[in-house]
């Protein structure tokens, strides 16, 4: 019975296997053993001396010599190389941080290296460029896998053997110089070494085969036991593995035949398209200066299209205009080689923004300039203007965005930062987004919920896997490439790639463009769901506050320019021998844009941006004051022509279009003064007004030395001062934690009490100071003016805290569920209670120059000049004033801090009693200038019929001699309004936000232009003049 029953055995088993031949008799192939022999076979760190890795490079040979020069300076390549060279050696250490070394490599093939593929192999932590004939070849740096640079693919008798290169070593690794972790400050000591630099044979067999087993052994470990195809992937390895001997590579092809028969096994019709895109994110500066992103763009740029030369397939989708101007104006001859792969549609240019911008802080004008650079240089540069937005690592997304990405020519939106989220998983991947006045794009967020994919089996897995709106469209975006500090796509990862490009039981993966996918997504979208409303990202609400005097400069600059050009404008129009600064007003707008970057003004980068930003805004405000603060000054451009020199009076502009009354200073005798002021446009003033509304004493004296009881509108402590802790969990100048709000100290330390400053008339004010935490210091000033609806609390810190976080609050006698909060172009709605996870991760959120909490026919209004932080809970209104991180800048906000902000109780509606027009007054002050001329009648430039519209922006059309005049609804209302100019317009007509004109012309009526909006609408007009 029993030798009946082996032979049974026996003989099936000689069935199953390959023949009966006794060698190749079937294995177990237990899967743990299976498994691990495989990830053996291929490990870089055991079993090397006699494993597949071990054999990936062949002979090595040193360099025939090394030498360098270093430099603190970023020189150009021209200015290195004929500098004096000292000796350098492998292992050698240069530094310290942000210095840069030029290295001189001398270098001689061996001639024995005949039809061998040779490498220079380069390794060290700084981030290094291959110069060859004086042209950028090649980025080197380690944690983006480049350390090779290929010299010769098949070493031919005719080819130089001998050669020299340059190799350009930035003291920085690709994210900086963090001491102890990534976002720690940098060290400013670091040092890098150069561990490696030789030349090597290169055995490409091997590598292939190395690929071919890393793919099946993720196949075979990540598609799980329940999924045969694991089985059959590990299996085929496991085979591959018998048949491979290392040491002889004429067993290569028949062991590459086996992985290329599984990967040529195809899927169904239904499978799953990924849709991978070569992607390089750069931060145009974060744990690097701006001067170091560059060279970033350079080093990943240039391998990119080195990449792009031996793969034709290959696509790179490369936002930001600056970064390419950057490029364009340091790196010509690799500019030259993009702009030849953008015509061929390899190296595509997206976003259409000057810079990858912050989404929720710049105003919605920058948002307009930040489209209108950037598409107007791809335009230019490239002969086409961006089709998609890209936004991957911004820090949330106005709910404006659609909108005006409508009007730049863009119905595309890509992001995926939303994956960050830290309470609520947001529920789509493929969406329709509607802004607030209700445009919608077509939104996708790659489900990977990652920029910088590495072309792995488990990338590719999860892009499937975690897509929410799979089922409804059958295609994802995968951007694959190093990131955040450059880097970009690798030879390695197409390689993977190309091996799953339609591999049963994996997604299919296309190499492909933003606009393939978003074509087919725009074709398939008929199940898609809506999202309305902003991409409010759950995570870096510490961004809104940190670093103060940047988000400062931000509004002060965004002012200035508003103002500048509105001037300018009228002064071009009054005078024909002006000169619209046009030049002068793009360069500064491209360096207020640049500062709008989501690293910089939202203050998570280190010391050295921050530095570099502030003298960017001072530049700005230097310019103003130096040229175009001379259109004021010369009232001949007002009309008022025939100087009289011995006629003392004041010249009032005010650049906004609704008119003034306001209590301005002017130096005299007789202080402060009032007057009265027309709309946009001129007051000149010689006979002031010295007995004018008084202030309302009474409402200032119901303020208490502390906790200010406002009691007209409180029925706690206005103007309540606290502190709270404020220690995120890792990102520290990004987060404020839920868990802040439990620490909450009340400031009630009194330095100087309340003393009345000025005690009336057209003026009253008190003044008192506060000890804040430890050591710092609050100086106010609360002011009054006469028929001024606030109350004005002008605001001094000396500011000397860590991980603290400072607020002012208003309770208020107001009940809603509701608050109201100004965004780009308009406001909306979030809750003031915590009822669903959606709601209280709300608890800190951003607003811009207004927030207003309101029950029917009653509400109080929170006004700023250059604050963004912000939150309502049940009744108390507060602002945030000044945070305290430690990282990425260890001094970040400390020093003396001055900002101003306002309450403003109200009848009736926000709308109805004008927050919204104070709230511009406030950010936009009335421009006093003394002139000496005869008086003359003011004259308004601009004005509008409805106090629903407001008129943002005059400047000069950029392609036009005419006047752009852009305006929004901003009550939430559907109104027609009349636009009435003194200027001589001789036609008009609208025009989209790039002020390419759309539709028919508008008829000049004798009241003016009317133009109808509905809630929330942006309309730009272009208005030829006549003279
Ligand atoms: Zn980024």
């Avoid at 944690?143 to 010769?152: A, F, H, V």
């Avoid at 010369?634 to 009309?639: D, F, I």
Wanted: hydrophobic share 40%.
């Amino acid at each position: 019975g029993t030798s009946k029953h082996s032979g049974k055995i026996i003989t099936s088993r000689l069935h199953q296997g390959d023949g009966g031949s006794s060698a190749a008799m079937a294995a177990i192939k237990h899967r743990r053993t299976a498994l691990e022999r495989v990830e053996k076979f291929i490990s870089d760190t055991y079993f090397t001396d006699c494993n597949l890795r071990g054999r990936l490079f062949g002979d090595r040979c040193p360099l025939a010599s090394l030498s360098y020069f270093q430099t603190p300076r970023r020189i150009p390549y021209e200015e290195a190389v004929v500098q004096e060279f000292g000796p350098a050696q492998v292992g050698q250490s240069f530094g310290p941080t942000w210095e840069t070394c030029w290295f001189k490599v001398e270098l001689s093939i061996p001639s024995a290296w005949a039809g061998r593929e040779v490498h220079f192999v380069w390794e060290s932590d700084g981030e290094g460029m291959v110069w060859r004939d004086a042209q950028p070849v090649q980025g080197l740096t380690k944690e983006g896998e480049k350390t090779s640079y290929i010299l010769t693919r098949s070493l031919k008798e005719s080819e130089p053997h001998s050669l020299t290169l340059y190799v350009e070593l930035a003291c920085n690794g690709l994210f900086g110089a963090g001491k102890g972790s990534m976002i720690a400050p940098p060290d400013p000591d670091r040092r890098v070494t150069l561990s490696k630099a030789e030349l090597v044979v290169f055995n490409r067999d091997v590598y292939e085969l190395l690929v071919d087993l890393e793919i099946l052994l993720d196949m075979a470990q990540l598609l799980g036991e329940e999924n045969q195809r694991s089985f059959q992937a590990l299996y085929t390895a496991n085979q591959m593995v018998n048949v491979c001997d290392v040491m002889d590579p004429s067993t290569f092809p028949a062991t590459r035949d086996l992985a290329a028969a599984i990967f040529s096994q195809r899927n169904g019709e239904s499978q799953h398209t990924v849709h991978a895109m070569g992607h390089c994110h750069i931060d145009s500066a974060w744990l690097w200066p701006y001067e170091e992103t560059i060279r970033k763009c350079a080093r990943s740029w240039v391998t990119v299209v080195q990449l792009m030369e031996h793969n034709p397939e290959l696509t790179f989708a490369c936002s930001q205009a600056q970064q390419f101007e950057w490029v364009r104006r340091s790196y010509p001859g690799l500019y030259a080689r993009i702009q030849d792969f953008v015509a061929k549609g390899q190296f595509i240019p997206v976003g259409g923004t000057w810079v990858e911008m912050d989404g929720n802080l710049p105003s919605g004008e920058s948002m307009v300039r930040q489209f209108l650079q950037g598409q107007r240089f791809f335009q230019e540069q490239f002969g086409r203007i961006c089709s998609e937005f890209w936004l991957p690592d911004t820090f949330g997304y106005s709910a404006q965005l659609p909108q005006l990405m409508h009007g730049c020519g863009i119905q595309r939106f890509l992001t995926q930062k939303l994956s960050w989220n830290l309470v609520n998983s947001f529920p789509h991947h493929t969406f329709f987004w509607e802004g607030i006045d209700g445009s919608q794009v077509l939104t996708h967020f790659p489900p990977g919920d990652s920029y910088g994919m590495h072309g792995r089996v488990e990338e590719v897995l999860k892009t499937v896997k975690n897509n929410k709106d799979k089922g409804r469209v059958n295609h994802s975006a995968f951007l694959f490439g190093f990131g955040d500090g450059g880097g970009g796509p690798t030879q390695k990862m197409l390689d993977r790639m190309k091996r799953m490009s339609d591999t049963d039981g994996l997604p299919r993966v296309q190499i492909s463009t933003p606009d393939q996918l978003f074509s087919v997504l725009e074709k398939e979208s008929s199940q898609l769901c809506t999202w309305v409303g902003e991409l409010f990202l759950e995570l870096h609400n510490g961004t809104y506050t940190t670093q103060a005097q940047i988000k400062k400069g931000n509004r002060e600059c965004e002012q200035i320019l508003h103002d500048v050009e509105v001037l300018s404008t009228l002064a071009v129009a009054q005078d024909k021998e002006f000169q619209y600064p046009a030049s002068q007003l793009q360069q500064l707008w491209r360096l207020l844009l640049l500062n709008q970057f989501h690293d910089v003004l939202p203050g998570s980068c280190i010391q050295l941006v921050v530095e570099d930003a502030l003298q960017y805004y001072t530049g700005e405000q230097g310019a103003w004051l130096a040229g175009p603060s001379r259109v004021g000054a010369s009232p001949a451009w007002w009309g008022c022509r025939g100087s009289n020199p011995g006629t003392q009076s004041t010249l009032v502009l005010n650049t906004l279009s609704w008119e003034r009354t306001e209590v301005i200073s002017r130096p005299g005798p007789n202080g402060k003064e009032t007057l009265g002021m027309s709309d946009l446009g001129v007051a000149l003033v010689s006979e002031f007004l010295t007995e004018g509304e008084t202030a309302n004493r009474e409402m200032l004296c119901l303020f208490l030395p502390w906790g200010r009881a406002l009691e007209s509108i409180a029925n706690g402590c206005a103007n309540q001062f606290a502190l709270f802790d404020d220690v995120p969990l890792y990102w520290d100048a990004w987060d404020v934690m839920d868990y802040h709000l439990e620490t909450r100290k009340p400031v009630t330390t009194m330095l100087k009490p309340l003393e009345v400053t000025l005690a009336g008339g057209l003026r009253g004010s008190v003044r008192f100071s506060l000890k804040v935490g430890k050591s710092s210091t609050l100086t106010q000033e609360i002011i009054l003016d006469a028929m001024c609806p606030y109350l004005r609390f002008q605001t001094q810190v000396e500011w000397k805290e860590a991980h603290k976080f400072l607020k002012v609050e208003f309770p208020v006698n107001v009940r809603s569920t509701s608050a109201t909060y100004e965004i780009q172009f308009g406001h909306l709605q979030r809750p003031t209670h915590w009822n669903t996870s959606w709601d209280w991760a709300r608890f800190e959120v951003w607003a811009h120059k207004w927030l207003d909490l309101s029950e029917h026919g009653f509400g109080v209004a929170l006004l700023n000049n250059c604050k963004y932080g912000a939150s309502v809970h049940r009744n108390i209104l507060s602002l945030s004033l000044l945070r305290a991180p430690k990282s990425p800048d260890s001094t970040a906000d400390i020093g003396l801090h001055q900002f101003t902000y306002a309450v403003m109780p109200h009848q009736g509606s926000f709308q109805e009693a004008g927050v919204i027009q104070q709230a511009y007054s406030l950010n936009f002050p009335l421009h006093v200038v003394p002139a000496s001329c005869a008086p003359c009648p003011a004259w308004s430039a601009f004005s509008v019929s409805s106090p629903a519209i407001v008129l943002e922006t005059v400047k000069q059309a950029a392609q036009h001699s005419a006047v752009v005049v852009r305006l929004y609804e901003a009550h939430g209302s559907t109104v027609t309004a009349w636009l009435q100019t003194s200027l001589p317009v001789k036609k008009a007509m609208l025009c989209d936000l790039l002020e390419r004109p759309v539709g028919w012309g508008l008829s000049l009526e004798k009241q003016g232009l009317r133009l109808s909006f509905t809630p929330f609408r942006v309309l730009s007009v272009l208005l030829v003049l006549s003279c």
